[in-house]
């Protein structure tokens, strides 16, 4: 069965740096998205992204983030100057649908990258 | 606004039923179940669309009263496998927008 992978599964970045977390979605897929979830909590909605665009994006993903495809098949999400509360584990996923019909499919998720800031 | 589950814990003997409640308060368009076991991804369950209907895979089901703006997830005759915590994720709008997880219940289920 085809999977979103992420890589690294873990990073470790000291503080102020930069981060870039890398996902490969489902082949057939056309929406991404990201999630943070901090040790212990929900899983929180970072940025969604259709058609080479955000098409959504939270009151979390602010100016500190970006998301990109830089090729057909990755998605990336870089964090500028990291602090201690970015860390977090931070989840791809991917759906298949189109714009109308994406609030009834599925979102199929990576195994997440693990980032601890120092 | 995130929806809200309840229990925000439930604790089983196998063999044993649950049922885990989502609600908003806005006009909703679909609800998501999902289920995290410890140290890994969310693993989808099922999609509920409005029109009150109810879904059901294996011994889990759901039902989305869109009119309450609640969703049940019930589990019956509950397995070791089904311990994790479970996620409703709330649509408002047709486009997909607004999705939002709930804070999550954590099932465990002893033998």
């Known amino acids: 069965e085809p999977e979103v992978t992420q890589t690294p599964s873990h990073q470790v970045t000291q503080m102020g740096q930069e981060v870039i977390l890398r996902c490969v979605p489902i082949?057939?897929?056309?929406?991404f998205y990201w999630y943070r979830q901090i040790l212990g909590q929900k899983v929180e909605f970072l940025v969604s992204f259709y058609n080479n665009e955000i098409s959504e994006k939270s009151e979390i993903f602010d100016d500190q983030f970006s998301v990109e495809r830089p090729d057909g098949s990755n998605f990336t999400l870089k964090i500028r100057s990291t602090k201690l509360e970015d860390s977090a584990m931070y989840f791809c996923?991917?759906?298949?649908?189109?714009?109308?019909?994406?609030?009834?499919?599925?979102?199929?998720f990576g195994d997440g990258t693990r980032l601890s800031i120092l | 606004q995130q929806p809200v589950q309840s229990p925000q814990a439930v604790i089983l003997r196998e063999g044993e039923d649950a049922v885990i409640n989502c609600s908003s308060s806005?006009?909703?368009?679909?609800v998501h179940w999902y289920r995290q076991k410890h140290g890994e991804a969310p693993v989808f369950l099922m999609i509920l669309l409005k029109g009150g209907e109810q879904k059901g895979h294996e011994k889990i089901s759901a039902s989305f009263n869109e009119k309450k703006q609640q969703s049940s997830l019930y589990l019956t005759a509950s397995q070791l496998s089904y311990s994790g915590t479970y996620f409703c994720g709330t649509v408002a709008g047709e486009m997909g927008q607004n999705f939002v997880f709930g804070p999550g219940t954590r099932l465990s289920v002893l033998p």
């Open positions: 806005k006009a909703l368009y679909s």
């Open positions: 082949s057939n897929h056309l929406y």
């Open positions: 996923a991917s759906s298949e649908s189109n714009s109308r019909a994406r609030s009834n499919q599925p979102q199929h």
